[in-house]
């Protein structure tokens, strides 16, 4: 992912955000999209990806989820998925839209008297991407990304 090059680089935070809120806005619709429904014109496709992902049914179904994301039950995936939902909401923030005159990684703010630029800004999220459950997030969205048609076809 270009995430994951920009912070090998060392460019700015705000470039490696970026791309990473737009990889899993669009990981979330196409997600949404596999029913043949276009999904809402909004940026919330990526916890409801998660969401979904949380509330499989089925036994096999379940269990080919975990297996597939490298869990060995679906009980530890769903408590995986309720440990990063605070910083799946956090990456959705990211969105300029979203971001309610916060920081983000396109605009300085405040809106009306910005004080610092995007690429100055230290991103708190950044800090948590980097370590522990939300380094696991970026890497389960790696593997979604590669994964798409195994995992998108559970219903």
């Not at 992902?53 to 036994?59: S, T």
């Not at 995936?77 to 309720?82: E, G, L």
């Not at 800004?121 to 370590?131: C, G, P, R, V």
């Not at 939300?134 to 590669?146: E, H, T, Y």
Request: hydrophobic share 40%; with cysteine; net charge positive.
């Amino acid at each position: 992912m270009i995430f994951e090059k920009f912070r090998r680089d060392g460019t700015a935070a705000c470039h490696s955000l970026h791309y990473f809120q737009m990889a899993t806005e669009k990981l979330g619709k196409a997600y949404l999209w596999r029913t043949g429904t276009a999904p809402a014109a909004n940026h919330v496709g990526f916890a409801q990806l998660m969401q979904g992902l949380g509330q499989v049914k089925g036994a096999d179904e379940r269990r080919r989820i975990a297996n597939l994301f490298g869990f060995g039950r679906y009980k530890e995936f769903r408590s995986w998925i309720r440990l990063v939902m605070p910083i799946v909401h956090e990456v959705h923030k990211l969105a300029p839209a979203c971001a309610n005159d916060g920081p983000n990684p396109e605009y300085p703010w405040p809106h009306q008297q910005p004080t610092d630029t995007p690429a100055e800004y230290s991103f708190e999220i950044w800090q948590t991407l980097t370590k522990g459950s939300g380094r696991s997030l970026i890497i389960f969205v790696k593997d979604a990304i590669q994964n798409f048609p195994e995992f998108a076809a559970h219903h």
